[in-house]
């Protein structure tokens, strides 16, 4: 038979086993309620600040532009519709222009610039004119009579002035310097005004 005290032993040891056995069970119910806390309140935090698409932020806004490229006989000029990047600079958004340009055309009318030809990069001048830096393989590259020269000049002039409300006027030059011409045909020493009576009226 056991004994007062062995009773008394046993009472305390039952005692403290049940108390771990709450604080076990309390212990997992409070970790489980601040786990559940934590995944709540990173929910609530993701639905009210999306995280941020960094992608969707490098996308330029876009906008329409006229870019005009050669009809079959290389006498006039017809426009394609075409999205550029938007910019809030003119002489960058005249870059954007003239890399429209240079891609060709996309509606099966002649390219007025060689392919692999790129441009540097266009100033514009406070009485509008702009000034196209090309790199030299413009001059390496092109081959062409006087009326795909015309077509050249043109197609980038009217390009310009139609997209660029600020640009009067278009200078084209090779590696920062001015040209005699592209290929002969036609002094490309001065500035260059649209000639609108090229342009096939849209229908």
């Known amino acids: 038979m056991s004994t007062k ?22 212990s997992l119910i409070i970790g489980g309620g601040i786990v559940l806390l934590v995944i709540f309140f990173v929910t609530l935090f993701s639905a009210i600040f999306p995280p941020v698409d960094m992608d969707a932020m490098k996308r330029k806004e876009k906008q329409v532009a006229k ?16 999205f550029v ?58 081959e062409g009579s006087s009326a795909s020269e015309m077509a050249t000049i043109y197609s980038l002039t009217n390009s310009l002035t139609q997209n660029v409300s600020v640009i009067t006027k278009v200078k084209i030059l090779v590696e920062g310097k001015e040209i005699p011409s592209i290929k002969g045909h036609i002094s490309t020493r001065k500035a260059f005004a649209p000639d609108l009576e090229l342009i096939i009226p849209e229908k």
């Open 5 to 26: 005290k062995q009773l008394r032993s046993e009472n305390i040891k039952e005692k403290k086993i049940k108390k771990s056995t709450k604080i076990f069970y309390l």
């Open 67 to 82: 870019i005009y490229f050669s009809d079959p006989q290389e006498r006039f000029l017809k426009s394609e519709k075409r």
């Open 85 to 142: 990047n938007k910019e809030s600079d003119n002489a960058l958004q005249a870059k954007e222009i003239v890399k429209a340009l240079l891609n060709g055309s996309q509606n099966g009318l002649v390219n007025t610039f060689p392919k692999g030809v790129t441009v540097k990069d266009v100033k514009i001048s406070d009485d509008g004119v702009a000034s196209v830096n090309f790199h030299k393989d413009l001059l390496k590259a092109y």
